[in-house]
């Protein structure tokens, strides 16, 4: 399977910070990206998406920022809250057209300090 | 909408034994199925994508005989870990998709909760 078998990082912020978290894509074809955040023992959450003709899109709360050029995706979290804490991961859709085959980034854990 | 369903939530088998895990889309069609693995503290890794009504698309590494995948309508979606082993023990997710292949090719999956299994 695809995936990268790494542990996780971890981003510690304090509460009502702004959290950014990364993520490095690999396919320069991807068109299609996707924020998820996992809490534990569940499945991930969707957050956000955007497609590769934008490079920012915004939701409550959070952005999502594409850069193309370098492939990296970032989300940001405005006033982070304590309900903010969990993994969050970035997917790419790497499929041709008619299919729709999704990677997932190693993750990042948000820590949120009290 | 877009409710994804997974059960059991967890089980717990004996070495040798077969366990059937079902996901289904409760409020949506779903004409493909992705089953993922997670270990902890890492990511998502692919097993295989299904399509409802034909054979199941196996990610490179995962063993089709061993990790069973049926599709058998648009709502249900089972992966059946045969002749489980200690180190099949793992966090299995389904996701789903809808059901138009055209304006479903760019849309967030949504996912099951997860069904932890543990093989003693």
């Known amino acids: 399977g695809e995936s990268v078998g790494l542990h996780l990082p971890t981003l510690s912020v304090q509460e009502g910070d702004n959290s950014i978290i990364n993520c490095a894509y690999s396919n320069s074809a991807s068109d299609y990206f996707i924020w998820y955040k996992q809490e534990s023992g569940k499945g991930p959450q969707f957050i956000i998406d955007i497609r590769s003709n934008m490079d920012k899109r915004q939701g409550q709360r959070v952005t999502v920022l594409l850069n193309k050029t370098v492939k990296h995706l970032s989300l940001q979290i405005a006033a982070t809250q304590p309900g903010d804490s969990a993994v969050y991961f970035c997917a790419e859709n790497k499929g041709t057209s008619g299919t729709y085959k999704y990677i997932f980034g190693t993750g990042t854990r948000l820590k949120v300090l009290a | 909408g877009a409710v994804v369903s997974q059960h059991p939530s967890w089980v717990i088998c004996k070495s040798g034994t077969s366990v059937k895990i079902e996901c289904r889309s409760l409020?949506?069609?779903?004409?493909?199925m992705f089953w993922y693995r997670q270990f902890p503290k890492q990511s998502l890794m692919l097993m295989a994508t299904s399509n409802e009504g034909s054979k199941a698309t196996y990610e490179q590494g995962v063993e089709k005989d061993k990790f069973l995948i049926n599709h058998a309508s648009l709502t249900l979606s089972t992966l059946t870990v045969t002749s489980a082993h200690p180190e099949d023990s793992s966090f299995y997710i389904c996701s789903a998709i809808g059901q138009d292949p055209v304006s479903s090719y760019n849309s967030p999956l949504h996912f099951g909760n997860g069904t932890r299994l543990t093989v003693t």
């Open positions: 409020d949506f069609q779903a004409t493909t």
